[in-house]
């Protein structure tokens, strides 16, 4: 075993004595890595300046907007809002330091390490992460001078043919808490099924993702993420190994379904249900206010999100589109067992209607032989995918009824016209139909779950995305943020009344964030929260519990008096 390296010069933790981490290294068999920033090779100044490589940091700069390098690298967090201590746009001669990084990881292969790594959390009173992939756009799976447990090589995955329980008896896999939702949706492809995981192939379908509740383009026809699991294996905040289902532990399992992650455990894997893979029908359409002006595109668009609720009732229909204040593109269309021709079909009212205001598009479709197929088509080069991973998110759920109301429609397509007249500025919008009266949901949740109630009236999930320049100076893009927490997230929730915002997918700034990500739900699962984790242990921004904790202007994580 290799001695451990110093703790990093500018952590909290720098006043313990090298002798303590070093026998939590041995302690978890070696599995112990100290951080030293990614983007410390781009930089000849600060704590880390002996990484300095040219070469390297040219590489690194192609790569950090993607998502590969970062869940492959411990303490790496994607969201450039946290980056600002040490990334490799700033100058070279800025110095690199530790910023929100976590100062230790524990590489994670067992329970024992888990609980090995929550003994010392509380016996020297270290602030404790949870992180797999770093995809996170509220900072969940950091904390400044943090000791993280890195799940993400628990990579365990296994079919079973028949699951068999008092809620389900069916084929279901059983996953690792490192396994990316592109590594699932392989393996359960090589065994003729489908599992509901993320259309963005490098997200860790185990951890937040399903913990939020987690919608794909498979919604509609199986529900969320959250609506197919049967069981979790966790280790609690107390250090039991223990799994909760609709049966056993059954508050845990519906606080862990839906609820959000990083506070109620930590989890090392779960079991979903698969589904029978086949056929998938597919197709695009584009257009844009070039010859038609500004006033009738937005005409086209209102009319194409009233559609949804229609095209939806097509066997589960969804569809994946992004929207400027000049163009409209549908990137991803998924119609089970259905061919190019029934496609065309589906679509054909809405084209008629760009027909009728005089618009021209671009249409093509197509078919797939299965999900994997399609998600490769759609959202490939694996595993990254077409989406960078920097940008300042803003989220809300559109409810059905918004959209069949001429009169709402309307506002809600003044608020898109309105908030997205920057160039810069767009919507990914998807729509989803999770009603449990749905009839193209006929498959049912597993069990009673914590999902967001307002997913349930809702037809589309809408991110407000603002891409993260790394050219301007950092205070233009707090202006930027502040723009989708003070105005975009405001707009949104006044056009929406009584609906929510996907906590995975919303602005970190969220006000009201208990009611808008949580819902009634919020104070069921704080209960569970203090049951499991009675010492507030588990610590994540805008999860449950994290109201009684701050951090100060140097990181540190306090009680709120």
């Not at 609506?227 to 905040?237: C, F, G, K, P, Y």
């Not at 998807?430 to 193209?440: A, C, G, K, L, P």
């Not at 009236?457 to 790394?470: E, G, L, M």
Request: hydrophobic residues 35%.
């Amino acid at each position: 075993m290799s001695p451990l390296p110093p703790p990093p010069p500018s952590s909290f933790l720098c006043l313990f004595r090298s002798d303590i981490w070093q026998k939590l290294n041995e302690t978890v068999g070696g599995s112990l890595v100290s951080t030293v920033p990614l983007a410390s090779v781009c930089h000849t100044n600060g704590s880390y300046a002996r990484f300095y490589d040219d070469a390297a940091c040219s590489a690194l700069k192609q790569q950090f907007d993607y998502s590969e390098i970062h869940f492959k690298t411990p303490a790496a967090i994607m969201p450039a809002w946290f980056q600002e201590s040490c990334n490799p746009f700033s100058p070279t001669s800025q110095p690199c330091e530790l910023g929100n990084y976590a100062s230790y990881s524990i590489n994670i292969s067992s329970p024992q390490q888990v609980i090995d790594g929550l003994k010392f959390s509380k016996a020297y009173n270290v602030r404790l992460v949870i992180k797999n992939t770093g995809h996170d756009g509220t900072g969940k799976s950091t904390g400044k001078g943090a000791l993280s447990l890195w799940t993400h090589n628990l990579k365990n995955i296994s079919i079973i043919d028949r699951y068999i329980s008092g809620h389900f008896q069916g084929p279901a896999i059983r996953l690792g808490a490192g396994v990316i939702g592109l590594e699932a949706h392989e393996a359960a492809n090589a065994a003729g099924y489908r599992v509901v995981g993320g259309n963005c192939p490098s997200v860790g379908i185990v951890g937040g993702y399903t913990q939020g509740g987690g919608h794909s383009s498979m919604s509609n026809l199986y529900g969320l993420a959250a609506d197919n699991i049967l069981e979790w294996e966790v280790v609690t905040a107390t250090g039991e190994h223990l799994v909760a289902t609709p049966e056993e532990n059954s508050d845990l399992y519906w606080a862990l379904s839906g609820g959000g992650g990083g506070t109620y455990a930590v989890v090392l894997g779960m079991t979903s249900r698969l589904h029978e893979d086949g056929l998938v029908g597919g197709g695009y359409l584009s257009f844009d206010d070039t010859t038609i002006g500004n006033d009738k595109f937005w005409e086209a668009v209102a009319q194409f999100n009233s559609r949804l609720p229609s095209i939806s009732d097509h066997g589960g229909v969804t569809v994946a589109y992004s929207l400027t204040n000049h163009a409209f593109a549908i990137y991803n269309l998924f119609a089970d067992g259905q061919g190019a021709d029934a496609v065309r079909d589906i679509l054909n009212p809405y084209l008629s209607d760009l027909d009728q205001l005089g618009v021209a598009y671009n249409v093509s479709t197509h078919e797939s032989l299965s999900f994997l197929e399609q998600l490769r088509r759609d959202y490939g080069p694996f595993p990254d995918g077409p989406f960078t991973t920097t940008a300042i998110l803003g989220g809300r759920l559109i409810p059905r009824g918004v959209v069949l109301n001429t009169k709402s429609n309307t506002a809600l397509t003044q608020v898109l016209r309105d908030i997205t007249r920057s160039s810069d500025y767009a919507m990914l919008m998807q729509s989803i139909d999770v009603r449990f009266n749905s009839s193209s949901l006929p498959i049912r949740p597993v069990a009673a779950n914590a999902v967001l109630p307002a997913w349930r009236s809702t037809i589309i999930q809408a991110i407000f995305t603002v891409p993260w320049d790394w050219s301007v100076p950092r205070s233009e893009m707090e202006k930027r943020e502040k723009y989708v927490s003070e105005y975009v997230t405001p707009a949104l929730q006044a056009v929406t009344p009584g609906s929510g915002s996907y906590m995975n997918e919303g602005n970190f700034r969220q006000p009201e964030w208990q009611k808008q990500f949580f819902g009634v739900n919020y104070d069921r699962l704080l209960h569970i929260k203090q049951k499991y984790d009675p010492d507030h242990l588990f610590y994540a921004p805008r999860s449950v519990g994290s109201e009684f904790w701050e951090e100060d202007g140097a990181g540190r994580l306090c009680k709120v008096n």
